[in-house]
């Protein structure tokens, strides 16, 4: 079947760097891809989106890649604050799927002061 | 603007109670959303309602039901709750109906079943 996830399940980040989380994604015919934030106790936030159509969108200290030859998505935050501790997830919807979004299972991320 | 309100934030039943988990948006958004999150597993969609009047199966249906009240409000019902039924529930919007539209999630009700 297919699924979404996510290459290591957390990741310790110096306050100042820069963040790289990857997701691999095996279905192939997903054309669209959300990365979310999650803090403790709260639901996920929306961080930012890409369409299959495009290999790299930019947002505020955000940056989201699409490498569909390889099924990757990665999502770059820079210059990494303290706020940015939270779990982040990435999501796909499959081209065949109008409602169904697939999630993966989250990254952790610590940002060390 | 509250986006997505749920309620209760917290609950604890017992095996075989019944309860309806409440989701109001004030975002006009015509899609609506019921996930359960446990760890480890990611989001899992229960139901969906793609528009006002309309009501569709997810993946993990089973012990549930949705009601799409109105626009603003969608409800989930658990009749006879079960221990495997303690998680975290999160209602989502979403604007255009389908396609390339993030969902917007509210901050969740915690269900306990003993």
């Known amino acids: 079947g297919e699924s979404v996830g996510l290459h290591l399940p957390t990741l310790s980040v110096q306050e100042g760097d820069n963040s790289i989380i990857n997701c691999a994604y095996s279905n192939s015919a997903s054309d669209y891809f959300i990365w979310y934030k999650q803090e403790s106790g709260k639901g996920p936030q929306f961080i930012i989106d890409i369409r299959s159509n495009m290999d790299k969108r930019q947002g505020q200290r955000v940056t989201v890649l699409l490498n569909k030859t390889v099924k990757h998505l990665s999502l770059q935050i820079a210059a990494t604050q303290p706020g940015d501790s939270a779990v982040y997830f990435c999501a796909e919807r499959p081209l065949v799927s109008d409602y169904k979004l697939s999630f993966g299972a989250g990254t952790t991320v610590t940002v060390r002061a | 603007n509250a986006g997505v309100t749920q309620t209760p934030k917290f609950q604890v039943l017992k095996t075989g109670q019944s309860m309806t988990l409440q989701c109001a948006q004030d975002?006009?958004?015509?899609?609506m959303y019921w996930y359960r999150q446990d760890p480890g597993m990611g989001l899992r969609l229960i139901y969906y309602?793609?528009?006002?009047?309309?009501?569709d199966k997810g993946e993990v249906p089973n012990g549930y039901n949705v009601s799409r009240l109105n626009k603003r409000e969608f409800s989930l019902r658990l009749e006879s709750a079960a221990p495997s039924q303690t998680s975290v529930y999160f209602c989502?919007?979403?604007?255009?109906?389908?396609?390339?539209?993030?969902?917007?999630f509210g901050n969740g009700t915690r269900l306990t079943v003993t």
């Open positions: 989502a919007t979403s604007s255009i109906q389908g396609r390339n539209s993030p969902l917007h």
């Open positions: 309602s793609a528009s006002e009047g309309t009501t």
């Open positions: 975002m006009n958004h015509n899609s």
